[in-house]
């Protein structure tokens, strides 16, 4: 039987609870609540044979980023094409299987290019909407995560439900893209619709990344916090912000603090938790903190993830944890062969450009800093590839321009840091690496 969701579109369902219990899964999905699973499992138990209900369990394992989700996802995938034999479903929901086939073989601008496919003739389908930014946005593709958004706008206002997490998700596709005080207005504005809105209040922190706000940053989050209670871990990454703010501000101590308290207040082995955490230790180091031991955690969480083979940007983040606090040779080792023998998006990509970048900060970690500079700068404008936001690419560009300074390329280094000034020229880190260029110039 066909029913209606939350915003019109059929559903094919064995009753009307099924499709209540997948407008409630959306609802969650799209606000980052922790109950997101438990609401898909309550619209499975009222229909076990729900063709669309095993696709989206599919899209959520691929979210983890890691091999045993992935074959969970296989597992959905299978499910879904089980319960196709034996059900007439609408174009839509068929559309959706195959958007799952095409991500779970690795081929992510497929999966990306079905999922905008879907949004041509459904602009309100909030799933798709979501399914295609994480896609572009991993792709390293602003633009087509701004277009993908901005073709659907018109169906979307304050009287369908889900305005604001769409508006929200469209002011991160501007900042993205660079249209900051346009992804401002928007976020600001899906706040004000939804107040416990992560992700737009998170579009919103990186326009002020970006420009060099971080005073109206760590304001900004302040003022919102206490609304993310109820926030999967992705509470970890806005708190990461806030302790990036306090970084920029030459607040190592604070810094620090907040890691310890809310970046990295257990010890997890989701990617994205990995991810800030390594990098904002990075970062630190950098500024010449004494992070202690904290690498160790980070390290041991690392290694559990070698052989994954799913998430370049992932990969490169376990590189330096390892780097710092391990061995990453296995690791190393496991990339290498995947690159030689890998097929799909991530695969074509290691190749082309990822290895080099992992290969880069495990030189640059070692202490071979010219091999570090050899590797890092030919791809320094493919690095947007590798996918996440300008804002945590930037400690690859960071580590570029360290090693450029400790290698003694002195022209090297005061271009790049000539740049990086002339983007945020208030970060107490830029600021300090023009003064090691100037004095190292001098010598």
Known sequence: ???????????????????RGIDATTEAYLAFRADTGERLKEALAAD????????????????FETRPFLERAKKSLSAADEALAATSVTPRERAHVEALRRWTTGEWEAAAAQFDAILMEHPRDAVAFKMAQYLHFYLGDAEAMRDSAARCLFAWDEGVPGYGYILGSYAFALEEAGAYAEAEKAGR???EIHPHDVWAAHAVAHVMEMEGRAREGVAWIDSLDRNWDDCHNFRYHILWHRCLFHLDLGDGERALDLYDREV???????????ANAASMLWRMEQNGIDVGRRWEEL???????????????ADAHYAMALAAAGDPDPHLADLRAWAREGSGTQ????????????EGLVAY???EWGRAVDLLLPIRRELRRVGGSHAQRDVFQRTLVDAAIRDGRWSLARALVAERLGRKPESAWNRTAWARVETGMAA
């Open 365 to 367: 970690r070692r202490g």
């Open 1 to 19: 039987m066909e029913f209606a969701d939350a915003r019109g579109l059929a559903v094919t369902a064995a009753s009307e609870a099924a499709v």
């Open 299 to 313: 390290a041991e969480r690392s290694a559990q993830h070698v052989g994954d083979r799913t998430l370049v940007f």
């Open 189 to 191: 504005r899906a706040v």
């Open 347 to 358: 695969a074509r990509l290691l190749r082309e450009c990822g290895l080099a970048l992992i």
């Open 48 to 63: 076990p044979a729900c063709v669309y209900a095993h696709t989206l369990r599919g899209y959520f394992m691929l979210l």
């Open 264 to 274: 990295r207040d257990r010890s997890t082995e989701e990617y994205l938790d990995i």
